[in-house]
């Protein structure tokens, strides 16, 4: 008879301690059985705790780790889970597959690459080489860029990656995000199919193609599918609802053997279509894995139930969703405030008046957050948190007048407002095609000894410094600047910058041109305030300095108010939030309410706005806009606000009026004081 002995189970008490720290939700998605799991995940409800249990479960239950697939958005994401998963249980996750898509897809295509043309010795382009070999299939591909506007490579290279990201031609591409370019399609099909092709002649891959040669690799060798579909037991997914095309393509294909796929996401926090994000994959899961088992985590550790309830109202006006109420955890508090005010400079006072008045209350800058739409947004409220001395740093970027294309147009204005400022003619002729340092340098010391620069630049002799290929452009140049002499209006002069050259140039060179055309038109709309460009730079030089090429944001300080867009802000959370500018055309912004798709993700990005809030909301709204043309501008409030209930909000009035101010002066002079309002506090929270 042959002999018998029972092997002792890995699975003790201790060894699933963890376990008695979840909820009843986390419990569920941590200890789910096999097969396809949807784990719908709202704001502040512990999902990476969730994940990381059921990692830790996985493996004490006895599940190999290197059978197991951990894919995260970041490095640094897949690290703490792992670190994390080894301090819940006492066995060794270090053979756990863990990381980005990108870094999943370089080990297997290290592997198996070579039957998809990939030598495993092949070298990955970052993204700066990626362009500059971009650059040089421009210049190969003969395209006459020195007598037509032609995307520069920066730009390439982000119509070459949503192309490989969204599996969507190159004529879409075109049509839907650089309609500028669509009449170029044809040269830039050339440049793109070269660029390919010298990447595959020099083994070199840029980070889209570690994608996109993955996907090959899986949908054309079917025994290699297998074989990775069989090694992966389990396949775990984080922030599902951002993937792409190729990257939920790559999941299903991963997963399709043992069909153990959990993915985590929150279809309420899908905001970055703008980087080829597919929302689609997240919210047609169900229909992709009819078996699948969904568990929602919907208890919210963050915020009062009062900002709970407000969020929870607006997001169901959205009709593609996945159902779930975030329900709150903590007691309750105030009620989200909404904050009439009589215009955008009344607007930016309330901010620094209540950031103020909340460090008297016992908050600390670093309690409290001033989240916005568009980066332009925050223009007005920098400048008066600089004239209070409030510590303040702007996350994710620059100050909004340290950034380049801000002050590339204002170089403009200062060089017709004082021909003799030597920076801004040497900014600003650096902007024209094949213009450099010692070309500009050239041309200010000739126009410099004129009594009149901007007259001395238009003369044939200021021409001849420039070689005969960049003439055409320095004559447009020198058009601009005399229509700018004859203008006194700030907001005009910007205006016809953008329109008489900058907007080309922005579109060519800047990968995200949309994005800064809008903060030019918000810096225009921002002078309308201004009668002279004196008063204008006079204030904005209070907000950034002019004479260098980059400025260390924010102050030397060790508490400071946070200023961020809201897309900056996703995954972080704050006492104390305010939401500036909900007024209609500003948030939701003009561009996203052409339809159904683009208004229901902006909605989202409002979503995403107010679950920040731990303690306290407050929702400013402009109801004027103040122009020097036009006068007070009306605006009608945000349709996020309009479209909720009225007990899910509460007024707050400012019981002192703000003072008028001169027309033609700015918004308040640097050396004048300003008023402050009595700001009552809302009612107090019910015991």
């Known amino acids: 008879m042959a002999r018998k002995f029972t092997l002792r189970s890995r699975v003790t008490p201790e060894s699933l301690a963890f376990l008695r720290e979840l909820n009843a939700e986390q419990m569920a998605a941590a200890t789910a059985p096999g097969g396809p799991i949807l784990v719908v ?18 493996i004490a239950n006895g599940v190999d780790p290197s059978r197991i697939l951990l894919v995260t958005f970041t490095n640094r994401a897949a690290r703490e889970m792992l670190d994390r998963a080894e301090l819940l249980t006492p066995e060794d996750t270090s053979h756990v597959w863990g990381g980005t898509f990108h870094h999943i897809a370089n080990r297997l295509l290290r592997k198996y690459g070579r039957r998809v043309g990939v030598r495993p010795d092949f070298t990955i382009l970052d993204r700066e080489d990626a362009r500059d070999l971009l650059g040089l299939c421009v210049t190969e591909a003969g395209v006459p860029v020195k007598e037509r506007r032609f995307p520069q490579k920066s730009v390439l290279a982000k119509m070459s ?52 040669d993955l996907r090959t690799l899986l949908r054309d060798h079917d025994d290699i599918r297998e074989r990775l579909a069989e090694q992966f037991l389990h396949v775990l997914v984080d922030e599902y609802q951002d993937t792409n095309a190729i990257q939920g393509e790559v999941v299903d294909m991963l997963a399709g053997r043992h069909r153990n796929v959990c993915v985590v996401g929150d279809d309420s926090q899908s905001i970055y279509s703008f980087r080829g994000a597919r929302f689609e994959n997240i919210l047609g899961f169900r229909d992709r894995y009819p078996d699948v088992r969904e568990i929602r985590l919907e208890t919210n550790y963050r915020s009062t139930p ?43 006072r309330f901010v620094a008046e209540y950031v103020l008045h909340l460090l008297d209350e016992g908050r600390t800058l670093e309690d409290i957050a001033v989240l916005y739409r568009s980066h332009w947004h925050s223009t007005e409220i920098q400048l008066e948190l600089s004239r209070r001395n409030i510590p303040f740093k702007v996350r994710g970027g620059l100050r909004f007048f340290e950034q380049a294309h801000v002050k ?144 260390v944001e924010g102050p030397d300080a060790d508490d400071y108010l946070t200023l961020s867009t809201i897309h900056q802000a996703k995954g972080l959370e704050w006492e104390v939030v305010l939401i500036p500018w909900l007024a209609e055309g500003y948030f939701p912004t003009d561009f996203a309410i052409n339809s159904v798709e683009d208004e229901e993700e902006e909605r989202r990005v409002f979503h995403v706005a107010v679950t920040r809030a731990k303690d ?43 003072p008028e101010l001169i027309a033609g002066e700015g918004p308040l002079p640097a050396a004048a004081p300003a008023a402050t309002p009595v700001l009552p506090l809302p009612d107090p929270p019910p015991t």
């Open 408 to 551: 590339d147009v204002v170089a403009f204005m200062r060089l017709v407002h004082n021909p003799q400022d030597e920076l801004a003619w040497m900014r600003a002729l650096q902007l024209l095609p094949k213009v450099g340092g010692v070309l500009s340098r050239r041309c200010w010391m000739l126009v410099s000894e004129a009594e009149d620069a901007v007259q001395a630049a238009q003369g044939a002799e200021a021409a001849q410094v420039f070689p005969r290929h960049a003439r055409p452009f320095y004559g447009q140049f020198v058009e601009l600047i005399a229509a700018l002499d004859e203008m006194d209006s700030p907001a005009d002069i910007i205006g016809e910058t953008l329109r008489g050259f900058y907007d080309d140039y922005m579109t060519s060179k800047f990968e995200n041109a949309r994005m800064r055309r809008e903060d030019v038109k918000g810096l225009q709309a921002f002078a309308e305030q201004y009668a002279t460009p004196e008063a204008f730079l006079a204030d904005v030089a209070l907000a950034g300095d002019f004479s260098t090429e980059t400025v």
């Open 41 to 58: 995940a709202g704001a502040g409800t512990g999902k990476t705790r969730a994940l990381t249990s059921r990692l830790a479960w996985l």
């Open 306 to 348: 009062e900002i709970l309830r407000l969020a929870n109202g607006s997001i169901a006006m959205n009709t593609q969703r996945l159902p779930k109420e975030l329900r709150a955890s903590r007691p309750s508090g105030y009620r989200p405030a909404i904050v009439p005010c009589h215009d955008h400079l009344m607007q930016s």
């Open 616 to 658: 306290e909301l407050y929702l400013a709204v402009p109801q004027t806009r103040r122009s020097q043309s036009r006068g007070f501008v009306l605006m009608k409030p945000s349709r996020f606000l309009t479209e909720l209930s009225d007990e899910l909000t509460e007024p707050m009035e400012l019981e002192q009026g703000l």
């Open 161 to 212: 990656s949503f192309v490989a990201n969204t599996l969507a031609p190159l004529a879409d591409v075109l049509d839907e995000r650089f309609p500028d370019f669509i009449d170029d399609g044809e040269p830039i099909a050339e440049v793109l199919d070269l660029y390919a092709k010298r990447k595959r002649q020099r083994h070199l891959l840029d980070y889209d193609d570690l994608l996109a």
